[in-house]
Structures are given as C-alpha cells and as structure tokens.
C-alpha cells in the first residue's frame, strides 16, 4: 500500500462502520430475532454439584399444552451428542450423570417462554447425590472423587490432539516445557524469591448473555444464528454431532453483545439445533444472565512460582508450577493450560526455564477462554515476585524490569517468532506517566507490570472482496463484530488499498454458507491477520481492475495505479464502473478478489510460530484507607505496543475496556462457591 | 395483555421495538433502560400497566427521524458505543440526567450512571460524550 503514497484511510479514527445502527436501537443481535412458528426454549439445571441421574419423568411435561420438545440424555440416540475443542467430554443435556450445579439436565421448547417454564416444573427428576470435588485441593487429593471416569474423546480439533489426561485422575491435560538448565538454574542464584498466588473464578459477563436460534429447512440443512466468536468451529462441532456435511450448515452471527472469550466454541448451540430438530420448528434460546454464570467462565488458577536472580539483578532461571480449575468440562481449558504456561516467564530473558501445569477437573462451571487466555493468571505470580525481590536486591522495580527485558528482534524461544515489538519503550512510556520518580504520599503505592502474550498458531484467515457494476465494495470475513470493531477496520483497509471511501464499502455479517474460512475472533488476531486477508483481496481485486483497465487505456498494467475510485494513469482516468463495462462488455458482473493468510506449523515449542507478540505494561497509582484496608485506584496508565493502529480511536477504548475489566477481576469481582453452590450467579452478589 | 406482562417484553414483543435489551434481569444493569414520563426506569422490573397512559420514551424515539439526538451523536464521535448492548440503555440514562441537570460535572455522571453497566468501553469515553454534550447545548456554537 505504501507504494502509492501516504496512507489515506488507515490511521484514521474513521466512526464505526456500526454505529448509526447501534445508538439508534436497530441493530440486531441473536435475542432480537424471530422466525415464524418459532419456539422457544429453556433448560433445567441439576441443583447439585455432583449427582446420577437416577429417574428423569418428562411426562407430564410433553403432555402440557404448547410444549414442542422435550430433551434429555436418554432422547439423544439419534446424534453424537458429545462436543468440545479439546475433548468431546461436554454431552447436550448431561447423561446419566450431572458433574456441575446449573449443568443442563433437560430442555424444552414451547410456544413461548412462560409455558417452557412451567413444563420445567413439570419435570421430576430423581438425582443420586455423589461426592463432589469443587477446589483444586479437592479434585486434586489422593483417592478424590473423580469428575470423569472414563478417558475423554478427542475433541474436535486436530491441533489439539496432542492432549493426555493422566487416567485415575482429575487431570485431563498436564504441559511441560523446559530450556536452559531448568529448575537447575535455581542453584545458581544469588536470591531466589517463591510464593503461591490465587486467581479467582470469574465470569466474563458480556452484557449479551449467550443465544442461539436453530432452523432446520426441507432440505435436511441446519440454520443456526449464534452469538459465537467463532463460527467456523461452531459448524464442525454441529457437523459431526449431527453427522452432516459442513456444507449443510449455515452458522451465522449477527451484531455480538460483546464475547472477551466466554463466546469461543459451541455452547448452546448444540442444545438449540438438538430442539429445533425434535420440535420441527425453529427455536431460540436466549440464556439469561444467570445461565451464563452456568455456561463458561475463566480458570481459576494456584500458580506456585520460583524465581532466581544474580546479585546484580540479572533474572536467571523460573520454576513454575500451576494448576488451573477448567471445571467439569474442559471446553478449550487445555490450550488455556498450555498457551499460558508457555510464556509464564513472561517479557524477560531468562536462560533456565522449568514450567509445568495442569489443566484439573472439578465440579464447577466449566472454565474457558477469557481476555488473556490463562496470561493474568500467570502474570500475577510472576510480576508480584519481580516486586518482591526488587525489594530484596534493594533494585528499583522498574530498573530490574527495564534490565530484564526482552529486547526487539530477541528470541523468546528457539523457533519462536523473535519479539517484534519494543517492551523498553513502554516501560519507559508507563513508568513516565505514572511520575514513577516522584515522590507518594504516605497512603498511596505506585506498580508497575508487563505481559506478554502469544497469538494462536498456526491461524488461518480468509477473505474475499466483491466490487459490484457501480463500483461499491463487499467484504466478505468471517471476523465477528463483537464491540471491538473489527468491520469498520476491515472496511477501512479494503477502501484504502481500492481507493474508494470507507462509505462504498460493505462488512457483511458472517455466514458459513457466505462468508470464507477464518479460525476464530479472538487472539487479538482479527486486525492482523483477517485485515492482511483482506488486504491481499482487495488488491487482487485492484490487479484485475488494472488489467481490464489497460488495454482501453493502451497502456501496460506496469503503468497504472488506483485513486480517487478510477484506474489512473498517463493523465488518463478510468471511473471504476466504466472498467466494469470494460472488463464484462455491460453494467453487470463483478470482480472478486481473494486473499488467504495461512501462516502453518513451525518448530516453535507449541507447534506454530505466533504471528505477532502481545505486549502491554501497566502502572497503578492506588491509595489504601488505613482504617478500613479499602483499596482505590487513583490513577492508571496502560501502554499497549499494537504496531501500527488502523484505527487509534478504536485502539484505544479497547485497550481501556480491557483495564477496567483487569481492575474488576483485581479488586471486585469473584464467582463464590460453597459446597458446590454457586452462591452469586448474578451481578448483585 | 396480562397483568403481569413486563414493560421490557410488550415493548420487544408486542411493539417489535428492541432497542431495549435484557441482560441483568433484575434492575442492576441499566441495558433495559427506558424513560417513562421523562423519569428511567428498569423496564425488565416494570409492569407494563404502570405505564398506561403515561410517555415511554425508547432509544428508537431518540433521534428525530434521521437526524441523531446531539447525545447519540456524541456517543458516535467520542467513541462511547462498542458492542452497542448497553448503548441504548445509557444514551436514555444520560437523557434523563440532561433533563435534570443540564450541565453536570464528571462526577455527576459517574454517580448517575452508577446503574448502567458496561463491559466494553471503561466507561471513559461514554462520561466523555455526556459531558460534552452538556457543554454544547450550553454554549450552541
């Protein structure tokens, strides 16, 4: 792009492509839709943490007037009614056995949703309480109940095939890396500094709880408009639980009420799509706050870390130990484990590296992607124990970190890509506007912290461009607009590479059917690597234009260029829609460019390079009330090294949101259990 | 229309206006927002007959055909609206403190919006857009 000229459109903090639609009430999302003779569905939640399913009577609840469907495990012979990423260990409603309290044991669909509430109360279910384990102490303890007794299947995706449950166990994944010298290295140092950190369960609250609505069409073909991150993934699981072709599946995503992970991979959609088959009819499932609580949640997380320094603060090795609660079923918890641990030693060189993790079943909330994705679980022990030996060396805590740091073009890891960004100048941005050298008064503490974060690999995104007769532009990407606002940066590439106004360019919604491959929304990867596919489309899109171009021009493809919605060229210009004729011999017909970012398997340890590193520092200024320990943040900066922004605006409120987000976790929010009761599913609590 | 039937379900349901979401479901989180006679109400904790014979104002009575109400403008262009579920809630949250009092100060917002939630945005940009909209209409340019 470049090569034309200074960039026109990206860099731009243009307005959302979405946003007319979305302060004026008209946006849709999944909740908002209806379908003629559509039904509507609800589910009935064991009110134990560990039970069998001794006797489900459904009678009287299919007998009720207006019910359309009624599930539960015993019905599901007709499907393979077991789903998730990493193992298939999830069913759509729970057979034989309940594992967590609010896990589904029964859904109806009814012709609306009072009369779907009371056939749940017409449900008698007769559960055998079992002993339930709801602590990483417990799950963990010789001889514990276990969550699972027989060995998972092997989840849907082939990345992650590598995973091994330990059998007789409560594990279900365990991840080991080591360089250097290991937890050798240990010996060598002048100070070693250990502790054990907790990170709490937390919900991702969305503002949109999860939905779904299912619809089953003459042809035998599946429908289902899903609040998902990733529909792609969504269609495999639905594909082969209901052994269809993927072709047959259309999965399709309007407006998302925000995801921050809690919408990767299938959740209701399996329950939904298994309803609307049985009732005949379409059906939506609109899950309510209180159900997300039920649904997914981040992994609560023991992380036990040693860290050994030189004298002279020269960090020299890491033992870590950590142990992640991903509930009672793994959903994509295993590559949480793994991903995480992975950079557990964070945005320094450390020469002797020993990690080890697992991932743990318990009898709680199954526990998923969130922001992060395991990082802050780990970034808490780590960046605590860089503040205490700080302390200990006598070392100023941004010095030891400034000395630490992994420098641009470094390694991270053999095979890995090396860093790509420039931690010291964040530091140094952070530490600056948080006036680290100034002096505090005495009830208040300033602190620093950096992170760094892989992205998935290997990843794949694709993307066609579309310009029609009149010289309007389609993009056409699977990238879920979530509140991040990925159409609007998808539209501001594709109208700067053809030259075009951000306003003649379309975001389609994404649509199995319609809309090309792309692995998933989330991984920060969207803007990079969906925005380079589209990047590629548009520009093959711009080199047809060119060619058609040419010859009506009489010059060669070498001497044109684009601008201004015309191909130019020797003081000739060519408006697009007379290209169009050109190149079709009539007003009709359209150009359809093609870009496909793929970026495969590597040595790296996790088996893919990441694409780019994640690199944030964060610094605090938080007053303490002596009296009542009340902690209140006074002031917070964050630096976030995102290369250059598409749309800085943009950027920037995402980075915010994610800060405040961070300090609810930090100081507020926690997800209570007490003998397996989930004590606060609500934001009241 | 039952006695019980929700202000938030007869707007949704029975008049197709959705700009009013359901989220919390239980008055904590200002998605469902709604103005009746001018005062916000949870609409997912309001009976719909209490609202008989009375003005609802939706997020879809805002703007006056197209052209945007001044708050819906500056959520635009400060960057207030991500993923846009709780937007119609605030935009009629920071209507009725406009009502009240015309030119608050940041605090002011802050604590009036105590009841209206967002994961999105960090609040920033939405105080923001409020405050500055209370300077335009203060000293129309």
New interface residues.
Partial sequence: MSARGPLRVVGQ?V??V????????????V??LTLPGMAHARLLRSPYPHARLARIDVGRARALGGVYAVITGADLTWCDPYFGPAFRDRPIVAIDVARYEGEPVAAVAAVDDLTAAEALDLIDVEYEELPAVTTLEEALAPGAPLVHTTAPLAGHFADLSTLKARPGTNICHQFHYERGRGAAGLAEADLVVEDTYRFPRVQ??????HAALAAWDETGALTVWASTQNPYSVRVELAKMFGMSQSQIRIIVP????G?GGKTYAKLEPVTAALARVAGRPVRL?A???DAFRTVRRCDARVTMRVGFRRDGRLLAVECRADFDVGAYADIGPRVVQKATYTATGPYRVPHVRLDSSAVYTNTTPGGAFRGFGVPQLAWALESLVDVAADRLGADPVELRRQNLLAHGEEFAPGDTPIDGKFEESLNQASEAIGWTQATPSDRGKGVAAMLKASIAPSVSEALVRMHADGSVTVLVSTVE????ARTVMAQIAAEVLAVPVSRVTVAQPDTSVTPYDQTTSSSRSTTLMGRAVQEAAEDVCAQLLAAAAPHLGVTVAELTVDDGAVVGHDRRLPYPEVLVQRFGMAGGELIGRGVVATGRSAAPLGGSTPFWEMAVGAAEVSVDEETGAVSVEKYVSVADVGRAINP??C???D??????GLGHTLLEEMVYEGGQLLNP???D | MPAHALLLDVL?DRLD??????????Q??G?CTVLVDGMAVSSCTYLAVEADGRDVL???G??DGER?DPL?QA???H?A????????GM?LMAKALLDENPSPTRDDVVRYLRGS?????????IVDAIVATAAREASPA
């Fill in positions: 903090s307005p959302r979405d946003g007319v639609e979305k302060v004026t009430g008209r946006a849709r999302y909740g908002d991702h609250y969305s503002m949109e709880p407006h998302l009420g925000g921050f609109a309510s706050a209180e979530m509140g991040q606002g605006l943009q920037e409120t995402q915010a949101g994610a800060v405040l987000q609500n934001l009241v | 949704r206006l959705k700009g009013a979401k359901r989220s919390c479901d239980m904590v989180c998605a939706t997020v879809e805002l703007a945007l819906q959520f635009l262009d960057g609206v991500q993923c846009g579920f709780c937007t119609a935009l939630l967002c994961r999105c945005t960090g609040y920033v940009k």
